[in-house]
């Protein structure tokens, strides 16, 4: 007689988190509503900037010329029009000179100057060369959101027609400005885009209204908490406003992506015992442990951006990884307490059945078998596929041999935005890039002579256009040093180079825009190793516990790294070089700003590793269970490569919607990793890892006898207790390295690799 096995009781985990499921989503629903208390108004205190390494020698340098000479480092720019007449036309300059004046009085405003007020040699740069236009340049001091606030109180009174001219407004202070407002308003309108979308998605997949809203109600939860974790960081540290696409992006996406996996797993439980307390239970043993491997293989690669000292970056480790903590959290507590009481109920409201016209729902067994066939077809011709697929991405990845980096600068906004208009004028008409030359401090004693002296050598060097100044105030004085081309281009950053190198009696400091440039790519090449390597590590560990084998970690990274190719590929032929410019509705700067690859990296590098272990994790349990490698390898990708697919569908409509952004930064963001993501589910889950497992074959499961003695003690796996098999004896010498039959027992050649026979 066939002994029944009961079920087991829930312990541990699962009994914490279904015992009072009531009281559980009450004290949730309590902490959502403070979390949109202490949210509220977070894109305020929030900054648009932190693309510099706050330690290097042109931070410094800018500081030091903020507190001796404001007006060395204007950031706020009145582009003067006179229209046909000549901005040196009596009526015209009268009122240039009184709205001057009237500046210089404002409070918070310092270092006011103008072509009007400026000597010979100054004033050349701040005249544009048709004679129509000309500047006024002034400083607004404190802190960014000061800044912004006395914008915002001074710039209607300027903006506009006074008598014979009409005022624009700009500068580095107005761009910064209109891009925090921009991302604000088209951040509501991707949330407003994306979530509708999303639903439908949901529905699709799940057939289930009620199914289709937890996910959802679990993202809405982990980016109302981010934002009010965010809004006490803002407190203590600096935080980038782009981070909140991010908190947005990952909010919905991951929670999503994990609600998916753990309601599905624990639909097909339920139609399995049709007892929903042990269904949860097995839910969390199996889904659940798999999650949390999830969230900590996004959270590493997230965390990883710690190390640049760039707050830009920073803010999105903040910000990722307080999101990825929350949705997991809220995935492993709240998911399961709303599925003990939902129950059977989870699947009401199918609204598929009019698709259907009456013919029956498939089972969880009969779903995925369209994978299953094309794992095996995969599978049978494994090395055409590994081949031709690396072939493919490698050559979509070539473009980024030609990548140039650059800053962010007012061409991040769009056209119609103002300051863009007036920086984009200044850029054609005026001469010599006024803005965009270098400033050199020079700090120490010294005579007229030898300032001279050092003045004569920096005109020498062939880069310079030319030099102005110095300007002395006690032991410190400035020159301001103009290049021949564009501010950033190649021979800025090498005039950079040449002016640190300069001899001088007293100690000298480059800053500018191209210094700036040259620090950050310096900060960045110096720090990029140990984050890789700090990704690279912890990843290759936390796979290993999760499967046991030391060939599968490897392959995960190297095929996660590849699967980023086509995204790095696309931004520079997109955004770089400006093809689809005109469609996508942006301007390119001809370079790519040069924290966004790390960026981009860290955070699709991240979302293709969850992917990897949903898939990575199902073939184990079904590998311990069976011990056949590839029925394993088909009946993962069968029981996963659907969910895989939707749940990157509807991370890309995300990215999408965030890539709808009228910031090129935001769009590059949003619709780079949309690719990313979209080519890891359905190129390299769905090609590359079952062909490359077909070839590695047993291997695939090897570990030397100590790493299988670590595992057993400190690994986790998905299959149920007492069924698990000693995965460590797998191995090309052991005898569970053979691939077993479905009953555990050998099977013949056709029934131990039905992929070589057709199947």
């Given at each position: ?12 985990w699962t009994r914490f988190v279904t015992a009072r499921p009531r009281l559980s989503l009450l004290a949730a629903l309590v902490l959502t509503a403070l979390a949109v208390l202490a949210g509220s108004g977070v894109a305020d205190r929030l900054g648009s900037g932190g693309w510099e390494d706050p330690d290097a020698q042109s931070t410094y340098a800018t500081k030091a010329l903020e507190r001796a000479f404001p007006a060395s480092q204007p950031n706020l720019l009145l582009l003067v ?72 109180r001074i710039a209607p009174a300027y903006r506009g027609d006074h008598g014979p001219v009409t005022v624009k407004v700009g500068g580095m202070v107005a761009v910064r400005h209109e891009m925090q407002t921009i991302i604000q308003e088209d951040l509501t309108r991707a949330e407003m885009i994306a979530l509708p979308i999303t639903l439908v998605l949901l529905v699709m997949v799940f057939g289930s209204a009620i199914a289709a809203l937890l996910p959802l109600g679990i993202g809405i ?310 984050a890789a390597a700090f990704i690279a590590i912890v990843t290759l560990l936390l796979v290993f516990l999760l499967t046991g084998s030391v060939l599968i970690p490897l392959q995960a990274v190297l095929l996660n790294a590849l699967s980023l190719t086509a995204m790095f590929g696309a931004v520079v032929w997109v955004f770089q070089d400006g093809h689809l410019s005109g469609a996508l509705g942006f301007t390119s700067p001809g370079s790519i700003e040069t924290t966004l690859p790390v ?161």
């Amino acid at each position: 007689m066939t002994e029944v096995k009961k079920p087991p009781r829930a312990r541990g985990w699962t009994r914490f988190v279904t015992a009072r499921p009531r009281l559980s989503l009450l004290a949730a629903l309590v902490l959502t509503a403070l979390a949109v208390l202490a949210g509220s108004g977070v894109a305020d205190r929030l900054g648009s900037g932190g693309w510099e390494d706050p330690d290097a020698q042109s931070t410094y340098a800018t500081k030091a010329l903020e507190r001796a000479f404001p007006a060395s480092q204007p950031n706020l720019l009145l582009l003067v029009d006179a229209g046909t007449a000549s901005v040196d036309d009596p009526r015209v300059a009268a009122e240039a000179d009184r709205l001057t004046a009237r500046l210089a009085a404002e409070p918070g405003v310092v270092g006011v100057g103008s072509y009007w007020r400026a000597d010979s040699a100054a004033a050349a740069g701040l005249r544009a060369e048709d004679g129509h236009e000309a500047l006024i340049a002034a400083r607004i001091t404190g802190d960014e959101k000061t800044m912004g606030e006395t914008l915002d109180r001074i710039a209607p009174a300027y903006r506009g027609d006074h008598g014979p001219v009409t005022v624009k407004v700009g500068g580095m202070v107005a761009v910064r400005h209109e891009m925090q407002t921009i991302i604000q308003e088209d951040l509501t309108r991707a949330e407003m885009i994306a979530l509708p979308i999303t639903l439908v998605l949901l529905v699709m997949v799940f057939g289930s209204a009620i199914a289709a809203l937890l996910p959802l109600g679990i993202g809405i939860i982990a980016i109302l908490g981010t934002n009010a974790v965010l809004s006490g960081l803002a407190e203590f540290t600096d935080v980038s406003i782009f981070a909140m696409n991010l908190t947005t992006a990952l909010g919905l996406g991951l929670a999503i992506d994990y609600a998916l996996f753990i309601v599905r797993r624990f639909r097909e439980e339920l139609a399995g015992h049709g007892d929903p307390l042990r269904a949860v239970a097995t839910t969390l043993r199996t889904a659940g442990r798999t999650v949390l491997f999830s969230a900590l293989t996004v959270a590493v690669s997230l965390a990883a951006m710690l190390v640049f000292p760039q707050y830009f970056l920073r803010s999105f480790a903040y910000a990722g990884i307080a999101v990825v903590l929350l949705a997991a959290a809220a995935a492993l507590v709240l998911l399961p307490a709303a599925l003990v009481l939902l129950g059977h109920r989870v699947n009401s409201l199918d609204l598929r059945r009019v698709l259907r016209r009456g013919r029956p729902a498939k089972t969880p067994g009969e779903e995925g078998t369209a994978w299953a066939r094309a794992a095996t077809l995969v599978m049978r011709r494994a090395p055409l596929f590994a081949v031709a697929t690396t072939t493919v991405l490698i050559v979509l990845g070539l473009p980024f041999l030609g990548v140039k980096f650059g800053t962010a600068d007012d061409r991040q906004l769009p056209a119609s935005a103002e300051s863009h208009a007036v920086q984009q004028h200044i850029r054609d008409g005026f001469p010599g890039s006024p803005g965009g030359g270098l400033e050199v401090l020079a700090e120490g004693k010294a005579t007229p002579a030898q300032y001279a002296a050092y003045k004569e050598r920096v005109e020498r060097l062939p880069e310079v256009a030319r030099v102005e100044g110095p300007l002395v105030e006690g032991d410190t004085a400035y020159f301001t040093v103009q290049p021949r081309g564009e501010a950033v281009d190649d021979a800025a950053q090498r005039l950079v180079g040449d002016l640190r190198a300069t001899e001088a009696p007293f100690t000298t400091k480059v800053t500018g825009t191209a210094a700036v440039l040259v620090d950050s790519q310096h900060a960045i090449a110096e720090r990029l190793p140990w984050a890789a390597a700090f990704i690279a590590i912890v990843t290759l560990l936390l796979v290993f516990l999760l499967t046991g084998s030391v060939l599968i970690p490897l392959q995960a990274v190297l095929l996660n790294a590849l699967s980023l190719t086509a995204m790095f590929g696309a931004v520079v032929w997109v955004f770089q070089d400006g093809h689809l410019s005109g469609a996508l509705g942006f301007t390119s700067p001809g370079s790519i700003e040069t924290t966004l690859p790390v960026l981009m990296f860290c955070v699709a590098f991240g979302l293709s590793m969850d992917y990897g272990v949903f898939l990575l994790s199902r073939i184990k349990e079904e590998y311990d269970r069976t011990g056949d490698h590839t029925g394993s390898v088909r009946l993962g990708l069968q029981r996963t490569g659907g969910l895989i697919t939707a749940a990157a569908v509807i991370l890309a409509v995300v990215m999408v919607a965030i890539g709808t952004s009228r910031v090129t930064n935001t769009k590059m963001l949003g619709l780079g990793i949309a690719l990313a993501v979209l080519m890891d589910a359905m190129v390299v889950r769905s090609l590359l890892v079952p062909a490359i497992m077909r070839l590695t074959g047993r291997a695939t499961w090897w570990a030397p006898a100590p790493l299988r003695r670590f595992h057993t003690r400190f690994g986790l796996s998905e299959a149920e207790p007492g069924e698990t098999r000693t995965s460590g004896s797998a191995g090309p010498a052991g005898p569970a390295a053979g691939d077993a039959g479905t009953d555990g027992t050998a099977g013949t050649a056709e029934e131990r690799d039905p992929v070589s026979t057709g199947g």
